[in-house]
């Protein structure tokens, strides 16, 4: 839906977006990788009701990340380079933009998938996405009223 709604996002300057930002993507998922996995961990063999896995893995990974960094300015309080420093305040920045780039390289790739598509199939499915959409937004509004009895 976001392709045909969004054809242009996978545009020159966007693609360029990607490849520059694969690398601090890398590092965001590398030093943030193991408090992900141990909330996926935990929702999975704890929580049995499918509602609370989304609270618990979010509770879970802040939880989990606090003490992370809380270990990491202590390490940085230890050994006193402003180096260390830098790279503990980068860590949460990179995990950040690692859940940023994923966003975007869905999108893009949506895109790119609409567009390589035939233009008759392209303009099949814009207008159906366009129905849908105008169906959805009428039944929202509530411009129909009904009399009061």
């Not at 966007?14 to 690398?23: A, E, Q």
């Not at 990340?65 to 300015?73: E, K, M, P, R």
């Not at 869905?106 to 390589?116: P, T």
């Amino acid at each position: 839906d976001y392709g045909v709604r969004f054809p242009q996002k996978s545009s020159f300057v966007n693609t360029l977006i990607l490849v520059i930002g694969f690398i601090p993507y890398c590092l965001g998922m590398l030093f943030n990788y193991f408090s992900v996995y141990f909330a996926k961990r935990t929702a999975k063999n704890k929580v049995k009701q499918r509602e609370f896995k989304s609270p618990i893995l979010w509770a879970v990974t802040m939880g989990s990340q606090l003490i992370f960094a809380i270990v990491l300015f202590i390490a940085a309080l230890i050994i006193g380079k402003w180096q260390f420093w830098v790279f503990a305040i980068l860590i949460p920045v990179w995990g950040y933009l690692a859940i940023l780039y994923t966003e975007f390289y869905r999108k893009w790739r949506a895109a790119k998938r609409f567009n390589a598509l035939d233009a008759n199939i392209q303009s099949e499915l814009s207008q159906q996405r366009h129905a849908i959409s105008n169906k959805k937004f009428w039944e929202r509004t509530n411009l129909v009223s009904t009399p009061h009895q």
